[in-house]
T-cell receptor, first 116, second 116 residues
Framework: EAGVTQFPSHSVIEKGQTVTLRCDPISGHDNLYWYRRVMGKEIKFLLHFVKESKQDESGMPNNRFLAERTGGTYSTLKVQPAELEDSGVYFC??????????????FGPGTRLTVL | AQSVTQPDIHITVSEGASLELRCNYSYGATPYLFWYVQSPGQGLQLLLKYFSGDTLVQGIKGFEAEFKRSQSSFNLRKPSVHWSDAAEYFCAVGAILTGGGNKLTFGTGTQLKVEL
């Protein structure tokens, strides 16, 4: 079974440009999460999808970030326009919905974004 | 709001030596606690978790952790470290989101170096 995949693995862009990150969750996982780690800091929650619906986007830093999950499968996270402080590693995770309180989150390898 | 503190940014141990990585958390209720490991180029991998019950939990790769409520700690231990354990380790506390799903709050991570 394939794990969570993310594309690209690295992206280097200039300030003001647009970047789109993609996450493919494990097949059948309804829950999809985005997290971000700015260098030297903790990994922070950005948002949570259940299928195609955003359930919690309390961690999104500002309106330059747009996440979508069309059809409830893969998800994209667009940053437009990118700023220097957006540099970091963006992780995606997915989990099943087993009707229990905690469903293990499986993480992708992350996308390292560098904004110059 | 929950928070996690990992006071050690870097730790170096000799192969075969014992290891203890410290983690302190802040959470209002009985916490869900986790340790994850990230090796270069890999996603975050779950080492072990604590939900309730026995306060000493066993995980993969020979790791264990002990939940101490009085100290708000969940330290990770391994009796004998192998060179392949060199990686970054993250402690996390979990919360259940009101709309369903779960959210992880991470510490800043501890980078482990193993000397041969």
């Amino acid at each position: 079974e394939a794990g969570v995949t993310q594309f690209p693995s690295h992206s280097v862009i200039e300030k003001g440009q647009t970047v789109t990150l993609r996450c493919d969750p494990i097949s059948g996982h309804d829950n999809l999460y985005w997290y971000r780690r700015v260098m030297g800091k903790e990994i922070k929650f950005l948002l949570h999808f259940v299928k195609e619906s955003k359930q919690d986007e309390s961690g999104m830093p500002n309106n330059r970030f747009l996440a979508e999950r069309t059809g409830g499968t893969y998800s994209t996270l667009k940053v437009q326009p990118a700023e220097l402080e957006d540099s970091g590693v963006y992780f995606c995770a997915s989990s099943q919905d087993l009707g229990i309180s905690w469903n293990e989150q499986f993480f992708g390898p992350g996308t390292r974004l560098t904004v110059l | 709001a929950q928070s996690v503190t990992q006071p050690d940014i870097h730790i170096t141990v000799s192969e075969g030596a014992s290891l203890e990585l410290r983690c302190n958390y802040s959470y209002g209720a009985t916490p869900y606690l986790f340790w994850y490991v990230q090796s270069p180029g890999q996603g975050l991998q779950l080492l072990l978790k604590y939900f309730s019950g026995d306060t000493l939990v066993q995980g993969i790769k020979g790791f264990e952790a002990e939940f101490k409520r009085s100290q708000s700690s969940f330290n990770l231990r391994k009796p004998s470290v192998h060179w392949s354990d060199a990686a970054e380790y993250f402690c996390a506390v979990g919360a259940i989101l009101t709309g369903g799903g779960n959210k992880l709050t991470f510490g800043t991570g501890t980078q482990l170096k193993v000397e041969l």
